[in-house]
T-cell receptor, first 111, second 115 residues
Framework: SQKIEQNSEALNIQEGKTATLTCNYT??????LQWYRQDPGRGPVFLLLIRENEKEKRKERLKVTFDTTLKQSLFHITASQPADSATYLCALWHNTDKLIFGTGTRLQVFP | DTAVSQTPKYLVTQMGNDKSIKCEQN?????MYWYKQDSKKFLKIMFSYNNKELIINETVPNRFSPKSPDKAHLNLHINSLELGDSAVYFCASSQSSGGVEETQYFGPGTRLLVL
């Protein structure tokens, strides 16, 4: 069956550390992956997109990697801050007509 | 400037009632979507419309009927509400459909509670 799983339901880290979130997929062959951030009571907000031919993508303190052999994407937040606390969702296009979301990881950054 | 807006934000109703949720986007996008996010925060697509035409219907019960009067609006009508319909419903839009690099813009969500 097709699945997109994110490493853990919740991740707690200390301010200043690097947070690493994992997205694993099964039985999909996405041309690219997207990462979204969702704050409580709000809709998801697009953060980054990485294509299958890109090993790594960066945006300010965010870094995403994409390994099509491992069927995995890693999402890193360096020098994390309490304001980074949110749920992070990975997503991939399926059959070019719909976005399939992962289960999400709730990140909590403690001061 | 609100890009994707939804009304109402909260909806509390009794089982068996009929209710509607409205969505509007001012981004000039061609494609709009309805998603359901359940209590475990899993976000799943229900419908998508491209230029007022239905292009995705994800085996949603036919009690749910989307309507797109124009490409800037997508409404969701739900008949005979059931307890299991309680969830957060998100509207979203993207420039077009089928573009593998399309990013989606989400509304703030409508929290539906069926009692």
């Amino acid at each position: 069956s097709q699945k997109i799983e994110q490493n853990s339901e919740a991740l707690n880290i200390q301010e200043g550390k690097t947070a690493t979130l994992t997205c694993n997929y099964t039985n999909y062959s996405p041309a690219y992956l997207q990462w979204y951030r969702q704050d409580p009571g709000r809709g998801p907000v697009f953060l980054l997109l990485i294509r299958e031919n890109e090993k790594e993508k960066r945006k300010e303190r965010l870094k995403v990697t994409f390994d099509t052999t491992l069927k995995q994407s890693l999402f890193h937040i360096t020098a994390s801050q309490p304001a980074d606390s949110a749920t992070y969702l990975c997503a991939l296009w399926h059959n070019t007509d719909k976005l399939i979301f992962g289960t999400g990881t709730r990140l909590q950054v403690f001061p | 400037d609100t890009a994707v807006s939804q009304t109402p934000k909260y909806l509390v109703t009794q089982m068996g009632n009929d209710k509607s949720i409205k969505c509007e986007q001012n981004l000039g996008h061609d494609t709009m979507y309805w998603y359901k996010q359940d209590s475990k925060k899993f976000l799943k697509i229900m419908f998508s419309y491209n230029n007022k035409e239905l292009i995705i219907n994800e085996t949603v019960p036919n009690r749910f009927s989307p309507k797109s009067p124009d490409k800037a609006h997508l409404n969701l009508h739900i008949n005979s509400l059931e307890l299991g319909d309680s969830a957060v419903y998100f509207c979203a839009s993207s420039q077009s459909s089928g573009g593998v690099e399309e990013t989606q813009y989400f509304g703030p969500g409508t929290r539906l509670l069926v009692l």
